[in-house]
Antibody
Framework: QVQLVESGGGVVQPGRSLRLSCAAPGFTFSNYGMHWVRQAPGKGLEWVAAISYDGGEKNYADSVKGRFTISRDNSKNTLYLQMNSLRPEDTAVYYC???????????????????WGQGTTVTVSS | SYVLTQLPSVSVAPGETARITCGGNNIGTKSVHWHQQKPGQAPVLIISYDVKRPSGVPERFSGSNSGNTATLTISRVEAGDEADYYCLAWDSGDWVFGGGTKMTVL
């Protein structure tokens, strides 16, 4: 049973940094590509970043490129999102999610997003 | 950048059929995935690769994709189907979500 538990959210001032974690107990984490998706208050879903099963491939949305870094530690079954130079418009609920098992994280034939965590809230405000 | 267009809202009576569309340039050449998000909850995948239903998703949910429009069809709508629905597709380096459609069950 795939289960994802995000942590690390909170209130942070503009320009500061925050690192989100996503624990993935109880399944073979290293078989799955992973995504971060965010949702601003009252708004729709926005894809943020993705990482392949082995960490060798990473993709970012233009809105976060150069500021956010996605990474993973398969020995700890954990996904990370390092967020630097935070802006008020980064305020959102951040979800981690799996790609389908064995699926690529990019390309027309990629499987998209499969299982979602419950999210962690990030508020960027002075 | 690629844009997926969804109507902001749709209303349907219980027992009727709801059709939620997702428009995009040549979207029929892409794989489209649909997610359902109920109030206060995380999204849930309900259709993958245009037409595939994950286990546990009722047969009332179906998908199609052709030309410039992908469609999520919900047959025999129930009160519990009231939610936001998002389409998702890959294009040129980015995963793109539609803006979402809020379905209200009358």
């Amino acid at each position: 049973q795939v289960q994802l538990v995000e942590s690390g959210g909170g209130v942070v001032q503009p320009g500061r940094s925050l690192r989100l974690s996503c624990a993935a107990p109880g399944f073979t984490f290293s078989n799955y590509g992973m995504h971060w998706v965010r949702q601003a208050p009252g708004k729709g879903l926005e894809w943020v970043a993705a990482i392949s099963y082995d960490g060798g491939e990473k993709n970012y949305a233009d809105s976060v490129k150069g500021r956010f870094t996605i990474s993973r530690d398969n020995s700890k079954n954990t996904l990370y999102l390092q967020m630097n130079s935070l802006r008020p418009e980064d305020t959102a609920v951040y979800y981690c999610a799996t790609a389908p098992e064995g699926s690529a994280i990019r390309g027309t034939g990629a499987g998209g997003i499969d299982v979602w965590g419950q999210g962690t809230t990030v508020t960027v405000s002075s | 950048s690629y844009v997926l267009t969804q109507l902001p809202s749709v209303s349907v009576a219980p027992g009727e059929t709801a059709r939620i569309t997702c428009g995009g340039n040549n979207i029929g050449t892409k794989s489209v995935h649909w997610h359902q998000q109920k109030p206060g909850q995380a999204p849930v995948l309900i259709i993958s690769y245009d037409v595939k239903r994950p286990s546990g998703v009722p047969e009332r949910f179906s998908g199609s994709n052709s030309g410039n429009t992908a469609t999520l069809t919900i047959s025999r709508v129930e009160a519990g189907d009231e939610a936001d629905y998002y389409c998702l597709a890959w294009d040129s380096g980015d995963w793109v979500f539609g803006g979402g459609t809020k379905m209200t069950v009358l």
